[in-house]
């Protein structure tokens, strides 16, 4: 039987997407992990994989086509033995079967902002069919659920017009249990797009349309501020030994061609901080907290149009030396649209750092689900008071920490900054 290739979700939050280009042409001969087309999510193009061996019996959508919903079917893909005739053949009542989703391969260009990516979820049960009610199920997913023991009664398929795939039986056996969280209070909504245009009839301005980037950040960022419960603690730190040991390791790794910035050393502060105050390496997870063991830091960085948040995972473990590599490894990536998908999900922590634009300090924004994200302002030279109550210079950097009151509280939360500011002014203990 026919078997239709649909549009996958590539992302958490995508609904449809573009066929930027096909790697195949009717007619062609495929196996199971061929890149067949290239796919533009809102977060990156994708390489998108045939699961199947076949014959690419038809092109449904052509390339370059937009607003693509996630599970249209996009092509059709003949099994041995069958022909294009079978397609038009094939009965009203028996869709063709829909094609497991892809996995998506290395990504071919533009992956464009913060969130992490993964498949769409797992078809819902649905309550028995009646007794003596027809079910429609492909031949392949009856084998597998009689295989699994499950009653197929007790799924609702994701096929054409209802009908129970492959892909039904795989979700319904490797699903967890699940629980249903409080709905979200009703936001006030306030004027609309042609309200606010209306406002400005007659003045000059240019109207630029949403990419799928900053749609999404502008929609994770209301999410935040509308849900989060978010509180602020603030310090300044002094980075005077910090930058002298800097001075001290870029001398000496030099021949090495490292070049350590006061960035890497914050992430390491921030990751060993992590393990220090295991309790507040936490995200929210709904209808729960999930406490972490590794620290996997999120650093934002900004690319035209909008940032990225890669995670440094296992940070805790890695020397400056390696934090820094990776770091400038992911970034440069990052701002090419060459990151994959589980190179910037995930984490519990984020850091944003604004001091290089000279900005002395912010409140950054959290991001879901982490539980806190610390914005880090520009060291600048400031006169301070000394222990014996002299007056001397001192190169001071201020920060912030906005934290999810969901997942830390308060007295947490500034057990969780003491440990960063610690390890900022006594760098030496880092290296141990």
């Not at 390491?268 to 507040?280: G, K």
Request: proline share 9%; charged share 25%.
């Amino acid at each position: 039987m026919p078997i239709e290739i649909l549009m996958p979700a590539l992302s958490p939050t995508m609904e449809e997407g573009t066929l930027a280009k096909w790697l195949v042409s009717e007619g062609d001969k495929v196996e199971s992990g061929d890149v067949i087309a290239e796919i533009e999510t809102d977060k990156a193009t994708m390489e998108f994989e045939a699961v199947d061996d076949g014959v690419i019996g038809k092109i449904l959508v052509p390339e370059g086509t937009a607003g693509v919903k996630v599970n249209t079917p996009i092509a059709i893909l003949l099994e041995e033995g069958e022909s294009a005739a079978d397609i038009a053949a094939q009965p009203a009542d028996k869709p063709a079967e829909p094609a497991p989703a892809a996995a998506p391969s290395i990504p071919a260009t533009e992956p464009a902002t913060t969130e992490p990516a993964t498949t769409s979820p797992p078809a819902a049960p649905a309550a028995p069919a009646p007794e003596g009610k027809r079910i429609f199920a492909s031949p392949l997913a009856r084998r597998l659920a009689a295989q699994k023991g499950i009653d197929l009664a007790g799924l609702k398929g994701s096929g054409p017009r209802g009908r129970i795939v492959k892909a039904d039986v795989e979700a319904a056996a490797a699903a967890p249990k699940t629980h249903t969280a409080a709905p979200a209070p009703a936001v006030p909504q306030g004027p609309g797009p042609d309200q606010i245009a209306a406002l400005y009839q007659g003045r000059e301005y240019k109207e630029i349309p949403l990419d799928g980037m900053r749609r999404i950040i502008a929609e994770r960022l209301t999410e935040a501020k509308q849900t989060i419960p978010h509180f602020y603690l603030r310090r300044d730190i002094r980075i005077d030994a910090l930058l002298a040991l800097r001075k001290q390791m870029n001398t000496a790794l030099a021949a090495r061609e490292i070049r350590l910035s006061v960035n890497d050393f914050i992430i390491r502060a921030c990751a060993l901080a992590l393990q220090q105050v295991p309790e507040a390496n936490a995200v929210w997870a709904g209808d729960r907290i999930l406490q972490l063991k590794p620290s996997d830091v999120a650093v934002a960085v900004a690319v035209e149009g909008g940032l990225f948040t890669p995670v440094i995972k296992d940070a805790e473990k890695k020397p400056l030396s390696t934090l820094s590599a990776e770091m400038k490894d992911l970034a440069e990536r990052a701002r090419n649209r060459r990151l994959a998908p589980e190179e910037y999900q995930g984490g519990s922590f984020a850091i944003s750092n604004l001091g290089m634009f000279g900005i002395d300090n912010f409140d950054a924004v959290i991001n879901p689900p982490h539980g806190a994200i610390l914005a880090v302002g520009a060291g600048k030279k400031r006169p301070i008071v000394a222990d014996d109550g002299t007056i001397e210079p001192a190169t001071v950097m201020s920060v912030t920490l906005s934290v999810d009151h969901r997942v830390i509280d308060g007295a947490l939360g500034a057990r969780l900054l003491a440990a960063i500011v610690n390890n900022l002014e006594n760098p030496l203990a880092m290296l141990a």
